[in-house]
């Protein structure tokens, strides 16, 4: 009950505030005509900073702002989207699309997306996007249909990138992509072992109930081998391609199809394959 008083009250400010600019707090702008319908709600703090561009469909999308800094460009449709943002800042540029994602930003998170951003356009797919105490920089035309976990790290990205669908990515130490880059079906991008290698330490977890009934406590987070991940421009990542933790892929590497590759730095304009990859 109290969910839903929540939401109706959100559902009233934010058409209050849209419809009547005499209501309106001096931190809240809307630029351009906004569409949206019922299922629309919205939820932010009278401290936030809210810019909303030009042509923004906001249908059956719930959006959440605490204590953020939030620009949306031009064009943008959310859709069947979520959205939850607290304490954080989201630079969206222009011609954006969500559509039946979940797009979560936590404490001190900070993302930023050129033009042309993608995260999901498609209403039969479902990804998710989450970062936490997280800074995520892209460029333009970056198109993201994976599920991504950005945790206590960075992922900056460079234009022109393509994640196809079932690409889980994991960053917990760095990820650093180049331009022009292809990623194909069902890829792993993995900068972190997620667990520890100590047997011991892993049955811990297990005892307490990980991961239903407990999470990971900080002396655990310690001991997991995490290492930063390098992409090179050009590079093609092939399908079920596994990228683990420690891997350099320099400028117009190609990446075979089932490919394992563990730490490997490989030289620019190299075709890897196999498990373990090597040179063809």
């Not at 620009?71 to 607290?86: E, N, Y």
């Not at 930023?112 to 797919?125: E, Q, R, V």
């Not at 079906?185 to 297990?206: G, P, V």
Request: aromatic fraction near 12%; charge should be positive.
């Amino acid at each position: 009950m109290s969910r839903l008083i929540r939401y109706v009250k959100c559902w009233l400010r934010f058409r209050i505030y849209y419809y009547f600019k005499i209501f309106r707090p001096s931190n809240f702008k809307i630029k351009g005509r906004l569409y949206f319908d019922l299922f629309s709600f919205i939820d932010f703090q009278k401290d936030s900073e809210l810019t909303i561009g030009e042509n923004v469909s906001l249908r059956k999308t719930r959006l959440y702002l605490h204590d953020s800094d939030c620009v949306l460009g031009s064009q943008i449709k959310m859709m069947d989207a979520v959205v939850f943002i607290k304490n954080s800042k989201v630079d969206i540029g222009g011609n954006s699309k969500f559509n039946k994602i979940d797009f979560s930003l936590y404490d001190h998170s900070s993302f930023k997306s050129g033009k042309h951003t993608l995260l999901d356009g498609s209403k039969n797919g479902v990804s998710g996007f989450y970062a936490e105490k997280a800074t995520v920089e892209w460029g333009d035309n970056v198109n993201h249909y994976a599920y991504s976990k950005c945790i206590q790290s960075t992922w900056r990205s460079g234009s022109n990138i393509f994640i196809n669908w079932g690409t889980q990515i994991r960053c917990e130490s760095a990820l650093t992509m180049g331009d022009n880059i292809l990623i194909s079906y069902d890829c792993i991008i993995f900068d972190t072992n997620t667990h520890s290698t100590d047997h011991m330490d892993r049955r811990k977890e297990i005892q307490q109930g990980y991961p239903n009934s407990s999470i990971q406590f900080e002396e655990d987070k310690k001991k997991i081998v995490k290492k930063p991940i390098i992409i090179g421009n050009d590079v093609w990542i092939g399908m079920r391609t596994i990228i683990l933790k420690g891997t350099e892929l320099g400028n117009q590497v190609i990446v075979g199809s089932g490919s394992v590759v563990s730490g490997l730095k490989v030289n620019e304009a190299s075709k890897i394959a196999g498990n373990p990859a090597r040179n063809l």
